[in-house]
């Protein structure tokens, strides 16, 4: 299990600019909340069950390449963010992208279920237009 935490003093309100960067750890389950600012993680070539990131309010950017997830859940909170998923599978996956303009972008990607809330583009195109049947602020497909 591995709990990190960047705000300062337990307060999410907080401005700071947070890096988290992981590359081949080996945990199973692993949370990552970053408070308020404009807040990077990176995670590389790891195997999780289980793993859920809370980047907060800001200008987030997030990349999830060569990973497996039994469970991923990924939420960006309010701000311009940024999802890379590259290379990566996952069990199910639950992306929020939050209040702003949100991007997500995929290459590489397998889920067996995968919902998306509140992104305004999908692999640079708008929501709308990359799944125009459904509305942008509650988006649910399937990559297979």
Avoid at 124 to 135: K, S, T, V, W
Wanted: with cysteine.
């Amino acid at each position: 299990y591995a709990f990190i935490t960047t705000y300062a003093s337990g307060n999410a309100a907080d401005p700071g600019v947070d890096r988290v960067v992981m590359d081949a750890a080996q945990v199973d389950y692993l949370w990552i909340n970053q408070g308020a600012g404009a807040d990077t993680a990176t995670l590389r070539d790891m195997d999780l069950k289980s793993l859920s990131m809370n980047t907060g309010g800001g200008d987030d950017d997030a990349a999830i390449s060569f990973c497996h997830c039994d469970s991923l859940t990924a939420n960006l909170g309010a701000g311009d963010d940024s999802l890379l998923l590259f290379e990566t599978t996952a069990g199910s996956t639950l992306a929020y992208g939050g209040a702003g303009i949100d991007r997500l972008n995929r290459s590489g990607f397998s889920s067996t279920s995968v919902r998306v809330y509140d992104w305004e583009y999908f692999n640079g195109r708008p929501a709308a237009i990359y799944a125009p049947n459904l509305p942008s602020t509650s988006t649910t497909f399937s990559t297979r």
